[in-house]
């Protein structure tokens, strides 16, 4: 078995790892959601808790990987938080209804908090 047939290279921006899938969407996970979890400091065990069903060879193939190919890799991770920051700035800037009314719910009761305790205004 070659390192590649872990994943499913779906598009240059989006490898996933074979076989496996996330719980509430049910789709799979990709290579970049293990590696952000291991670059922001989890351990393998740690990665395996958070994402259950995925074994700790697949998270091993994952980091082996990055490490033959981590240029390629962190080029990836990058366009991906900016794809992932373009699509957040897109949604944001055109809000569906549901999350007009959450932002409107949500300034009311900060209002309120300020109007009850005008001393948090004033930190």
Not at 34 to 56: H, Q, R
Request: with cysteine.
């Amino acid at each position: 078995m070659q390192l590649e047939d872990y994943f499913d290279f779906l598009s240059p921006d989006d490898i996933r790892i074979k076989g496996q899938r996330s719980a509430p969407l049910r789709e799979r996970i990709g290579i970049d959601n293990v590696l952000e979890c291991y670059l922001n400091g989890y351990s393998p065990n740690e990665i395996a808790a958070n994402f259950p069903g995925l074994s700790l060879e697949k998270i091993y193939a994952t980091l082996t990987y990055y490490y033959h190919k981590r240029s390629e890799i962190d080029a990836y991770l990058l366009r991906l938080r900016r794809w992932k920051e373009e699509e957040y700035q897109k949604w944001y800037a055109n809000p569906s209804p549901m999350a007009l009314r959450i932002r409107e719910i949500k300034a009311k009761r900060e209002q309120e908090l300020l109007d009850k305790y005008p001393e948090i205004d004033k930190k």
